[in-house]
């Protein structure tokens, strides 16, 4: 079987030419600040329209519209992806109110959806640790493990970017993927 690769690199999702960029949402779909803010501003009103839809028939059925470790997949809009995977991190509250399960749940989610599309990659941020305040060194063990072990149940997809925003963060996942021996 073809080998699947797990790539880094620090710059801007909004420009990584995959098949899918992950978004750091909230739970109401809505927009935001931070690589919610940036993907938005990128792809044009109509992802947020798409959301908005999402989210209205989401709670006409009575549930939330994207709870912490759950992940729904939309167009791209004006991005030079074909889609964006929304999911939800969790909120650090002193890592004893299952945030790394929330974590790796965001991570292997969002790899599922990739998988049921048939997608063969997909573009990482670092998921809850800007605004959720989730520790940098802590997320990436997190999500780095939780992608290792999920690509081995998602074959068809090919490759994996971690795209980090910081010279922080690409030092940590640097570290963290070479301990993993991905790299
Ligand atoms: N490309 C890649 N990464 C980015 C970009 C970008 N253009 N902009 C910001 N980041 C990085 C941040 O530096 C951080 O490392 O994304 C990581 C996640 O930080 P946040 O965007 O703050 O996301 P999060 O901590 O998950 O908080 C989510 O913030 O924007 C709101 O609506 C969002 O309520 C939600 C919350």
Known sequence: M???????????ITKQAVDAIVNAANSGLMGGGGVDGAIHRAAGPELLEECRRIAEEKRGIGRSPCPAGEAVITGAGRLPCKYVIH??????????????????????????LAEERGLKSVAFPNIATGVYGYPKEAAAGTASAAVKETLSRTPGIRKIVFVCFDDENYAIYR????FLGTF
């Open 87 to 112: 999911t939800v991190g969790p909120v650090w509250r002193g890592g004893g109110q299952g945030e790394p399960e929330l974590l790796a749940s965001c991570y292997r989610n969002s790899l599922f």
């Open 175 to 178: 570290r963290v993927l070479e």
């Open 2 to 12: 073809e080998e699947q690769v797990i790539e880094l690199v620090l710059g801007d």
